[in-house]
């Protein structure tokens, strides 16, 4: 299984990027999928998740700013990030997993259930 994300780079403050990871085995196949970036000296957190029935779960302060989606004849998933700002700094990694649980209120719970990892691609906002 293989997830290769990309559409990372270096934006203003205020811009907005798309970001895209693309699955090597249907994107059906898995329950649930995300997003989560570490930014320079943080820990990782969870960003968004999408489950299989397209319940979407985002982080507080995410919440309005960024969208996720998923397109399965693509097998992508996407994550559309709006009036970016420093804070937003980190790689970006997408993940995947093929049991029963998604988001259920814990990002280190989501985090511990994804089973398939990417590279991770490298956002970076300038004020």
């Known amino acids: 299984v293989q997830l290769v994300e990309s559409g990372g780079g270096s934006v203003q403050a205020g811009g907005s990027l798309r970001l895209s990871c693309e699955a090597s085995e249907y994107t059906t196949r898995y329950h649930c999928m995300g997003w989560l970036r570490q930014g320079p000296g943080k820990e990782r957190e969870g960003v968004a998740a999408?489950?299989?029935?397209?319940?979407?779960n985002y982080a507080d302060s995410r919440k309005v700013r960024f969208t996720i989606s998923k397109d399965n004849a693509k097998n992508t998933l996407y994550l559309q990030m709006n009036r970016l700002n420093a804070e937003d700094t980190a790689m970006y990694f997408c993940a995947a997993g093929a049991g029963d649980d998604c988001y259920s209120g814990s990002w280190i719970e989501f985090i511990f259930n994804m089973e398939y990892w990417g590279k991770g691609t490298l956002v970076t906002i300038s004020s």
């Open positions: 999408l489950d299989r029935d397209g319940t979407a």
